[in-house]
């Protein structure tokens, strides 16, 4: 189930007893009022978290449903990264190099608090690549079987990972995403863009390049489907996509059965044909663990 008042409020007193900063702070470029600010939003509201101008769409969906569950693991990440350079959640070990940490996000391109929580993850897990800026778009990608690992990592159970890289797919695999959405607690989308905008909906694009998360079961009704997704923490509300080809969709089913589905002002709809091409799927499985 989503994050009670008493788990947001425990969540909370843990900013409220942000330990003091060392010397030669970790991110030393970040300014800490800012950072907890942006820390109190996050908690409060989930989808306040924004990758921003960076390629961090699967970091940011997969911080998304943590804030949503255990907002408190979140934010004793965050602390422990900022205070010491290393967090750890479950067995997932984070440690970012030196070139992220005194890196200096922009104003405008992406919030200090998502940068320590997004790029921190990422960079970590780069063998050679640095995320040491918002422009770093090859070094920021993560594949879709990372974000798996990471779920697992801190202690979902029953993770299933069935996506793939380029098949063509239609209305069966529709279908199965449906009742997958109704049965697990998180789904996190594997998309092109294109399926979020108006003007690009119609596009025919084969491969992924983005990750979102779905934030109640599709519709299915008369040929056409409707998707309400968190994506780039949008102010602007609901987006309408229609008639156009839901190109190269692969998902990941995580969660239990008997979640309590909430709608945010600020998600994506995206409406598009049942009858899709190019579709692939799914990464699915049981509860995050309780405790």
């Not at 879709?144 to 993770?159: S, T």
């Not at 969660?255 to 692939?280: F, H, M, T, W, Y």
Request: proline residues 7%; hydrophobic residues 40%.
């Amino acid at each position: 189930m989503f994050a009670g008042p008493m788990r947001k409020d425990y969540a909370l007193s843990l900013i409220d007893r942000f330990p003091p900063l060392p010397k030669g702070r970790p991110f030393p470029r970040i300014d800490p009022a800012e950072l907890i600010a942006g820390l109190r939003e996050r908690v409060k509201d989930p989808v306040t978290q924004d990758q921003g101008a960076a390629s961090l769409c699967c970091p940011a969906s997969f911080f998304y449903c943590v804030l949503n569950y255990k907002p408190e693991l979140y934010v004793q990440y965050v602390i422990d990264l900022f205070t010491t350079g290393k967090a750890r959640i479950g067995s997932l070990e984070v440690k970012p190099g030196m070139a992220c940490r005194v890196y200096q996000p922009p104003a405008g391109k992406i919030a200090p608090v998502d940068w320590v929580a997004l790029a921190s993850l990422r960079d970590s897990y780069n063998a050679i690549l640095d995320v040491a800026s918002v422009d770093d778009d090859i070094a920021a990608r993560t594949r879709e079987g990372e974000v798996a690992k990471w779920f697992r990592q801190i202690g979902y159970a029953g993770v299933h990972d069935v996506s793939n890289i380029f098949v063509s797919k239609g209305r069966k695999e529709i279908e199965a995403f449906d009742r997958d959405a109704r049965a697990y607690r998180d789904v996190c989308l594997f998309v092109h863009t294109n399926i979020l905008y108006d003007v690009k909906n119609k596009m025919n694009s084969h491969f992924w390049n983005h990750c979102v998360v779905v934030d109640e079961p599709p519709e299915v009704r008369n040929g056409r489907i409707a998707i309400n997704v968190y994506t780039y923490g949008d102010p602007q509300g609901r987006h309408a996509v229609g008639g156009g080809v839901f190109a190269q969709l692969l998902w990941l089913c995580i969660g239990a059965a008997d979640v309590q589905i909430r709608l945010s002002s600020r998600q994506i709809k995206a409406v598009i044909p049942s009858e899709a091409r190019d579709l692939s799927c799914c990464l699915k499985g049981p509860s995050l663990r309780s405790g």
